[in-house]
């Protein structure tokens, strides 16, 4: 008869332990999260990467060039993406909410319209929440890059 050696104690890091929201949480989140999505995607991503009038007018105002315009959609692209596949979620989230903050500013400071700044703001509040709640991705995304 063979002895069966006991197991090595598990111990686990404060960061690893994974954070999963309940069932009703988790729907919320991506009932919100396919809206964002859709939303980045068709209507704010779409006409500035394929040159909508009012896009172009807005760039040309912000006065950095038609670059910035192909840039910012190409980055609202990538997170409205990122916010469907659920190993980026976190990350995407944190994206956006830099992206929004900085599309608030953008309001302010260059464009002269600080009456449309909220709305990038509550967005951002929106994407801090999806952030911390899918705070586990964000940490498997920073140990699989820290490899």
């Known amino acids: ?43 704010s991503a779409a006409p500035k990467l394929l040159g909508a009038q009012a896009a172009v007018e807005s760039f040309d105002t912000i ?8 840039f910012t959609g190409l980055v609202e692209l990538a997170g409205g993406i990122g916010l469907l596949v659920p190993r980026l979620t976190g990350p995407a989230a944190v994206g956006l909410t830099v992206t929004m903050v900085c599309a608030a ?12 700044a909220p709305f990038p703001l509550v967005l951002g509040v929106v ?9 586990d991705s964000i940490i498997a995304v920073r140990e699989l890059l820290a490899r």
């Open 63 to 70: 006065g950095w060039g038609q670059w910035f315009r192909y």
């Open 105 to 116: 500013l953008t309001q302010v400071l260059l464009l002269g319209a600080p009456a449309l």
């Open 127 to 135: 994407f801090v929440w999806i952030a911390w709640q899918r705070r």
């Open 1 to 43: 008869m063979t002895a069966i050696a006991p197991a090595a104690p598990i111990t686990t890091n404060a960061a690893t332990v994974a954070h999963r929201p309940g069932k009703k949480m988790t729907i919320a989140l991506w009932t919100v999260q396919v809206l964002l999505a859709l939303f980045f995607i068709i209507a």
